[in-house]
């Protein structure tokens, strides 16, 4: 059994005590696991199973994400899900590693990994792509330090209900695939239910595994996950004559394209630590998270972020500051002359403000229902937000209003400032070809009707968590999952919070 030869020795107490229970999944639940990961020098995780947990219960299974990712819901369901969405069971196939990481916590340097995350490997999915699949919750690991390795139930639900609404957006994201209560509590301020979220992804390669590999100082292991980096997620830049520039710009075009997505649907990431930056530019790390109601550039939910650090207007300059992060870590692998290899770095850094401003106004040409291109576009757009922050206009709203042809009476809309504004949009929609169905057409499916508005968010997880009612969520997953359709008036999904609901605090006590 794989097991036996993967025990760290650091944790052989605990190890022998799992190998003992007899934990492999073996029905064929369509696992396909490949673990190229532990192909990594060793510096880059600790081999260990999950902490087994006393009565598990599957709450939630993601039945359309297991369908695609090869697996069978007939054999994941009940308390065969319960084991192995717990870590009870282990599927056939995996090998159970926490991963080392690094990262920049508001700005500050610290060692981290994987203090309470599992990966059991790439699961291969059907149509070729591979995903990690990795428990959250799983329990201690050599990299906890003070924490308990444990999830408390609300904030796994908030992750799920949140990375689904993302990935029907369309912006890339890591997804869930099941939460167990573990049966368990785990102790923050109060005491909570405890539960274990699966969670998949494209990888979780960081910009901040990219800083564990230089704070070690060893080039050979930093070429070690360039290299892998570039075979799993940028195959391209393994043709280039110096692969490892090409490795940069590939990441500043998708972190460029994540943040810009983020930017025009109003989602406030909360903390873009380095190591909540995923290479691949997905969407990772749900804690204080949350959707802008109405426009404000200062928008702020965490109640960490004192300073406005990740506030929703300086998402794309902190990315831009992540990525110097990222750039740093290759800087021996981009030049062997130092100097060199740091104005080629600081070059490709520079651009990202064009990068961005590409992937922001082509996004904002959509939500305007523009076709073709004018200088002026992005003051056309500019404008339009500076007039709805002028007047606290709501975000989601004002673009779904703009998208339905007919405006609503609302005070925003009578306004002096809108009314300058919107006469010299319609004279910028007949400067193009393109008809005014066509227009409408394009923004009714860039300007979504639905996303988890953080009152919504609230009252489906104290159904889950006080009343254990599924209902309510299930409710909400519903239409979040059809964001561009307009739901039936008397759902009330779309309204901004209620003044009762305001001001909105995330907390990072995840
Ligand atoms: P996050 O704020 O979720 O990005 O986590 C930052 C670091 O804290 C990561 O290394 C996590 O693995 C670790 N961490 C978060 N919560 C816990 C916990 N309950 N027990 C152990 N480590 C944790
Ligand atoms: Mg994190």
Known sequence: MYNSKCAPSTLAGREKMIMAGGRQHNLDAGWRFDNTYGGLPEAFYARLDPVPVRSPKLVVFNTALAQSLGLRPDMLDGDEGAAVFSGNKIPEGAAPLAQAYAGHQFGSFTMLGDGRAILLGEQAAPNGERFDVQYKGSGRTPFSRNGDGRAALGPMMREYIISEAMHALGIPTTRCLAVVTTGETVFRETVL???ILTRTARSHIRVGTFEYALARGKSSEIRALADYTIRRHFPDSAAEENPYPALLEAVMERQASLTAHWQMVGFIHGVMNTDN??????????????????YDPNTVFSSIDHNGRYAYGRQPQIAQWNLARFAETLLPLIHKDPQDAVSMASEAIKRFPDTFHYHWITGMRAKLGLFNQEPDDSALAEDLLDCMHRHGADFINTFRDLSS???PESAFFQTMDFQQWFARWRARLKRQPDSRDASLRLMRSRNPAVVPRNHLVEEALEAVVERADYSVM??????LSQPYQDPPEQAGCHLPAPPS????QTFCGT
Not at 474 to 479: A, T, V
Not at 501 to 504: D, G, N, R, V
């Open 277 to 294: 930056m995923s290479i691949c530019g997905e969407t990772i790390d749900y804690g204080p998270c949350a959707f802008m109601d109405a």
């Open 474 to 479: 299930e409710k909400l997953l519903g239409f």
């Open 405 to 407: 042809g007919s405006l």
């Open 501 to 504: 609901a305001q001001p909105y």
């Open 193 to 195: 239910a405890g539960a």
